[in-house]
C-alpha cells in the first residue's frame, strides 16, 4: 500500500489512557487493520491535557499513514480553543473514516426529584435561587458546550462544575455532589444506570434505544423539544498534509476494515455503532461542519483559552 504502510509498523495512537472507549476501539481495529497491509499495527497511549499530547505527537510523525490518530473533536477541534500554549488548530487534521458513534444521553443523580427531562427543567425553575449544578470533563469540553446549549433551549439556570476528567465527575455526580451531567450513552454508564447509580432521564437520538425503551430521546419532552441529536464521534485522523493519493489509499483500506463484520463486532462492544461509510469528500465535509458547529458553540458558551 504506497507510502502508507512502505516504513513498517503502523501506530495506532490513543490519546487517552488504556481500558477507555478510544482504547477499545484502537484495538478493535488494529487487528484487521494489520491483515489488510500486511504490516504489524501497534497500539500507543499518550495520555494528557485533554488527549492534545497525543494528537500533538501524531502530527509531529511523517505525514505518510504511519502514524493514525484514534481521536474525536475533543482532540482534534476544543483543544485548541481551550489550551493557549497549543500549536495546532482543527485544520491540520484530516479525517479519514469514522469508527465509532453513540448519542449523548443526561443523567442526573439517582436521588433527585426528577425522573424526566421536563422533570428536571421544571426542578431547576423552581430552585432557580439556589441553582442545580451540572458537571463537564472540563471547561469548553464537548459535554460542557452541549449542556449549555441544552441549559439555554430548556431556559433553566444552573451551575457549571467544571472537573479534570470524567472519572472525578462521575464518583460526584453518584455521590449528590452534583445534580446532572450530559455523557455518551454507552455500555459503562449504561451499568450504573442498571446498578442504581445514576438515572437516565433522556437520549439525544432521534428515536428510542431498543436496550433502553423505557428512556424517552429529548424530542419527546415539551422544554427540550428542538435540541437537536448530537452525537460522541471518533474517527482516524492523519496529518493534513497527507499526500494526497497515500490518503486515498488509506481510506480505502480503513473502509474495506471497518465493513468486516468481526470488526464491527469489536467496535460496538462498546454500546455505540459505526457509522455507514462515507467517501472521503464527504467524511472531509462531516468533519469541516463539525469544525465550524463546534468553534460557534464555543464562542457562544464564551470559552477562552487558558
Same mark, same amino acid.
Given at each position: ?48 491535557? !485533554? ?27 476544543? *483543544? ?7 500549536? $495546532? ?8 473514516? #469514522? ?7 443526561? $443523567? ?32 469548553? !469540553? ?30 460526584? #455526580? ?28 433522556? =437520549?439525544? *437520538?432521534?428515536?428510542?434505544? *431498543? ?12 422544554? *427540550? ?6 452525537? =460522541? ?20 483500506? #480503513?473502509?474495506?476494515? #471497518? ?22 469528500? +464527504?467524511?472531509?465535509?462531516? $468533519?469541516?461542519?463539525? =469544525?465550524?458547529?463546534? +468553534? ?11
Amino acid at each position: 500500500m504506497a507510502q502508507a504502510t512502505a516504513g513498517g509498523t503502523i501506530t495506532l495512537v490513543v490519546p487517552y489512557p488504556p481500558g477507555g472507549v478510544s482504547d477499545v476501539l484502537a484495538r478493535g481495529v488494529a487487528p484487521a487493520l494489520a491483515d489488510a497491509v500486511g504490516r504489524p499495527v501497534v497500539v500507543e497511549n499518550i495520555t494528557g491535557a !485533554s488527549g492534545s499530547i497525543g494528537a500533538a505527537r501524531m502530527l509531529q510523525g511523517p505525514p505518510d499513514g504511519s502514524r493514525i490518530l484514534v481521536g474525536s473533536a475533543t482532540e482534534t477541534v476544543l *483543544a485548541p480553543l481551550t489550551i493557549k500554549s497549543l500549536r $495546532y488548530q482543527a485544520t491540520d487534521f484530516r479525517l479519514l473514516a #469514522l469508527i465509532y458513534s453513540a448519542p449523548m444521553a443526561l $443523567y442526573a443523580r439517582p436521588d433527585l426529584d426528577a425522573r424526566s427531562v421536563d422533570e428536571l427543567a421544571a426542578l431547576a425553575t423552581r430552585r432557580a435561587a439556589r441553582p442545580l449544578s451540572y458537571g463537564s470533563p472540563g471547561t469548553g !469540553s464537548l459535554y460542557h458546550l452541549e449542556m449549555e446549549k441544552l441549559r439555554t433551549t430548556l431556559g433553566i439556570e444552573a451551575l457549571h462544575v467544571p472537573y479534570r476528567g470524567g472519572a472525578p465527575m462521575l464518583q460526584d #455526580l453518584m455521590a449528590g455532589v452534583i445534580d446532572f451531567t450530559l455523557l455518551p450513552q454507552d455500555n459503562v454508564l449504561g451499568a450504573m444506570v442498571d446498578g442504581g447509580k445514576l438515572r437516565m432521564l433522556g =437520549v439525544t *437520538a432521534d428515536h428510542r434505544s *431498543a436496550r433502553r425503551a423505557d428512556v424517552p430521546t429529548l424530542d419527546e419532552s415539551l422544554r *427540550a423539544r428542538g435540541f437537536g441529536h448530537p452525537t =460522541v464521534w471518533v474517527g482516524l485522523f492523519v496529518p493534513q498534509a497527507m499526500p494526497d493519493a497515500s490518503t486515498a489509499q488509506l481510506h480505502r483500506t #480503513l473502509v474495506q476494515v #471497518l465493513a468486516q463484520s468481526q470488526t464491527r463486532l469489536a467496535l460496538e462492544a462498546t454500546g455505540g455503532t459505526v457509522p455507514a461509510a462515507m467517501n472521503l469528500v +464527504q467524511v472531509q465535509a462531516f $468533519y469541516a461542519q463539525e =469544525v465550524r458547529s463546534l +468553534q460557534d458553540m464555543a464562542r457562544s458558551a464564551d470559552v477562552q483559552p487558558n
